[in-house]
């Protein structure tokens, strides 16, 4: 006999036997025992993980956020057309760029972190590196421009800058000596890497060498 056909054969020995009294409640007693257990979800249990988890992210705070001006910056530096935001990785120190914005926009920037300013000329390379790190005091959020680790673009030697040089500079210099002397961190128009390689380099690999020596040309050979 199946499960549910068993089941039914002992509620009707179990009314045989039963004594005299509430019949509708003895029945119900007797269907409880022999219910199947509603079966697992998985989809459903995945669904209220989900569903807890966008709560969970609703309900946590948005990093504080600041805007800065570059109106200051554009009156004295009337030459430079766009403004980089970098920031510092707190385990190596290496800068990395936030963005690069006009000089009239006022994006918003995370607060209370170190932030250092680069004005860039029409030619694409830094005329200006402020002195020092900056912190930009939180504000109320409102729309508009947003610079934060989600834009953020690393370059990277070993990466980045090392294959351009195997490629047209290591066949007659030596990279150490080539990036040693030819190099001045955070001043690629004034570095010999940039302004004068002879190989017919590509304007955006140009750029790039130029990008990592703006930025410290960290991590040289």
């Known amino acids: 006999m199946e499960r549910d056909d068993l089941a039914i054969d002992g509620l009707l020995r179990e009314l ?3 004594p005299g009294g509430d019949d509708h409640a003895f ?6 025992r022999t219910q199947h257990p ?3 979800k998985p989809a459903a249990f995945a669904a209220a993980i ?5 709560m969970v992210y609703a309900m946590a705070p948005e990093a504080p956020t600041g805007r800065i001006d570059f109106a ?4 004295l530096l009337p030459d430079a057309v766009r403004m980089r935001v970098l920031a510092k990785e707190a385990a190596s120190e290496r800068l990395y760029l936030l963005g690069e914005v006009a000089m009239d926009a006022v994006p918003r920037v995370p607060a209370s972190t170190p932030l250092l300013f680069q004005a860039v000329g029409r030619d694409g390379l830094a005329i200006w590196t402020a002195p ?7 504000t109320p959020s409102t729309p508009g421009l ?3 680790r989600k834009s953020a ?4 030697f070993a990466r980045d800058v090392k294959p351009i040089l195997d490629l047209h500079c290591s066949g007659c210099h030596a990279e150490a000596e080539l990036v040693r002397e030819g190099v001045t961190p955070f001043e690629a128009r004034r570095s010999r890497l940039v302004t004068q390689t002879h190989a017919p380099i590509s304007s955006d690999d140009r750029r790039q060498l130029a990008l990592w020596v703006d930025l410290g040309a960290c991590v040289r050979p």
């Open 16 to 18: 045989a036997r039963a």
């Open 27 to 32: 029945v119900a007693r007797v269907l409880a």
């Open 38 to 40: 509603a079966p697992w």
């Open 50 to 54: 989900l569903v807890a988890m966008g």
């Open 72 to 75: 200051h910056q554009s009156c």
């Open 132 to 138: 020092s790190f900056v912190k930009v005091r939180p």
């Open 146 to 148: 947003m610079l934060d």
């Open 153 to 156: 673009r690393r370059v990277d």
